[in-house]
T-cell receptor
Framework: EAGVAQSPRYKIIEKRQSVAFWCNPI?????LYWYQQILGQGPKLLIQ????????DSQLPKDRFSAERLKGVDSTLKIQPAKLEDSAVYLC???????????????FGEGSWLTVV | TQLLEQSPQFLSIQEGENLTVYCNSS?????LQWYRQEPGEGPVLLVT?????EVKKLKRLTFQFGDARKDSSLHITAAQPGDTGLYLC???????????FGTGTRLQVFP
């Protein structure tokens, strides 16, 4: 079974520029997550999708961050304009819905490493 | 806001030593997961504990879920350099797909 795919793996941009990250979840996983992980800390949930609907985006800085999952499969996370404090790893993850077999088990991609200079 | 505190935050030990990492919260979780993350990689699931008081063993790693489902511990016996990494606990909120991550414990095992 293929894992969660993310691209690009690494990105360096200047502050005030924009960047987009792409994620393809594990086939059949209806739930997709974007997490932000500052170096040395635990991941922080930015947004959670169930199919193509948003379940939770309470910690997404909506003035500069946006995410979509138009067809309920792939997802894109965009940052515009970027700030220095956005330097982090952006992790995409997917899971089956809670209550199903292996529900609540989240599988992560390798992450997209962003450096804002 | 639910919060999962992990302790210690950093741990540096010699090969062969034992160690315990703690994960504590005031919230009750339906399940709790432990992940290990190596530099440049995403977190990788080690174990999921579901029942209060449950103990699971994975080779030299022993995981325990507290009776009240608010805390968990990870014990490593005879640590090896390959155990080096960031250990993360994550609690699942009841009847949701939401996972709250702990603050992380960075382990360094020296040969």
């Amino acid at each position: 079974e293929a894992g969660v795919a993310q691209s690009p793996r690494y990105k360096i941009i200047e502050k005030r520029q924009s960047v987009a990250f792409w994620c393809n979840p594990i086939s059949g996983h209806a739930t997709l997550y974007w997490y932000q992980q500052i170096l040395g800390q635990g991941p922080k949930l930015l947004i959670q999708f169930q199919n193509n609907g948003v379940v939770d985006d309470s910690q997404l800085p909506k003035d500069r961050f946006s995410a979509e999952r138009l067809k309920g499969v792939d997802s894109t996370l965009k940052i515009q304009p970027a700030k220095l404090e956005d330097s982090a790893v952006y992790l995409c993850a997917s899971s089956r819905p809670a209550g199903t077999a292996s529900g609540n088990t989240i599988y992560f991609g390798e992450g997209s490493w962003l450096t804002v200079v | 806001t639910q919060l999962l505190e992990q302790s210690p935050q950093f741990l540096s030990i010699q090969e062969g030593e034992n160690l315990t990492v703690y994960c504590n919260s005031s919230s009750v979780f339906s399940s709790l997961q432990w992940y290990r993350q190596e530099p440049g990689e995403g977190p990788v699931l080690l174990v999921t504990v579901v029942t209060g008081g449950e103990v699971k063993k994975l080779k030299r790693l022993t995981f325990q879920f507290g009776d009240a489902r608010k805390d968990s511990s990870l014990h490593i016996t005879a640590a090896q350099p390959g155990d080096t990494g960031l250990y993360l606990c994550a609690g699942a909120l009841w009847n949701t797909d939401k996972l709250i991550f702990g603050t992380g414990t960075r382990l360094q095992v020296f040969p």
